[in-house]
């Protein structure tokens, strides 16, 4: 059964078509042969994605992994499909802090419309800077960080609401 993933802010379907001998995977219809080798010293991974080896950093918080790749940053959250149906057109109106941090640049203005996956914030925890993108179409209601302002773990950071009929 396929699952909702969410990298970057941008929702993406994920189904695991093997599990061995190696792991392959379809993410959004396009398929990935992934294998593993073991970590070296420093914590580190290499990855084999169809073919092409990845140095990879990961660490889980709750639903959600923060993953280096070479020199590139992501957060993936997870959602089960059913979850992601059952929570339908209410899903995504308050965006919260994943992890403690700081804001670094702040894209989303009052009032104004966004699509699912428009970035809306930038921030930066654990040395790392993600990108906060829309869950759902909407429009800001309220900003609820600035600037250089921090945040703790489960913060409300801001809040959309359907976009009028």
Known sequence: MPSILTLDGAPAELDVTARRPLLTLQVDGQAYTVEE????????????????????????????????LDDAYYSVGYQEAVVAAAQGGNAGNEIRADMPGMVVEV????????????????????????????????????LHVERNGSFQKGALLLSLRALAE
């Open 37 to 68: 080798l073991p970590a070296d010293e420093d914590g580190a991974r290499t990855l084999l994605i169809n073919g092409v080896p990845y140095t990879v950093w990961r660490t889980r918080e709750g639903d959600r992994v923060h993953v280096k």
């Open 107 to 142: 894209m989303a203005s009052l009032e104004a419309e966004v699509n699912a996956g428009d970035a809306l914030l930038v921030i930066e925890s654990m040395k790392m800077q993600i990108t906060i993108a829309a869950p759902r179409a909407g429009v800001v209601e309220s």
